[in-house]
Nanobody
Framework: QVQLVESGGGLVQPGGSLRLSCAASGVTFSINDMGWYRQAPGKQRELVANITTTGRTNYADSVRGRFTISGDNAKSTVYLQMNGLKPEDTAVYYC??????????????WGRGTQVTVSS
């Protein structure tokens, strides 16, 4: 099983920046994709950004140009640099990892989330 631990959330003013981190641990054959999702009160969980182990990235239209996702394969860690934060970015941000178990089964693991609040 793969465990994910997020960190870096907090309270920031509009226009400010935060960097989220997600560290993966445990035994697995491989992690092929890691990403960030977010969920605001009363709204569905949505994809923010994801990255593959080859470095290919994908962003939601609402964050493209402001957020940057990056990864460190050696540390099994993914980061989300968030710049120019807006109040509508307020949400619980969840880390997700997808890959193959030791028995070659596809898995999807989730962290417990970290709160990001953008307010003046």
């Amino acid at each position: 099983q793969v465990q994910l631990v997020e960190s870096g959330g907090g309270l920031v003013q509009p226009g400010g920046s935060l960097r989220l981190s997600c560290a993966a641990s445990g035994v697995t054959f491989s992690i092929n994709d890691m990403g960030w999702y977010r969920q605001a009160p009363g709204k569905q969980r949505e994809l923010v950004a994801n990255i593959t182990t080859t470095g290919r990235t994908n962003y939601a239209d609402s964050v493209r140009g402001r957020f940057t996702i990056s990864g460190d394969n050696a540390k099994s860690t993914v980061y989300l640099q968030m710049n120019g934060l807006k109040p509508e970015d307020t949400a619980v941000y969840y880390c997700n990892a997808e890959g193959l178990s030791l028995t070659m089964r596809v898995f999807s693991s989730w962290g417990r989330g970290t709160q990001v609040t953008v307010s003046s």
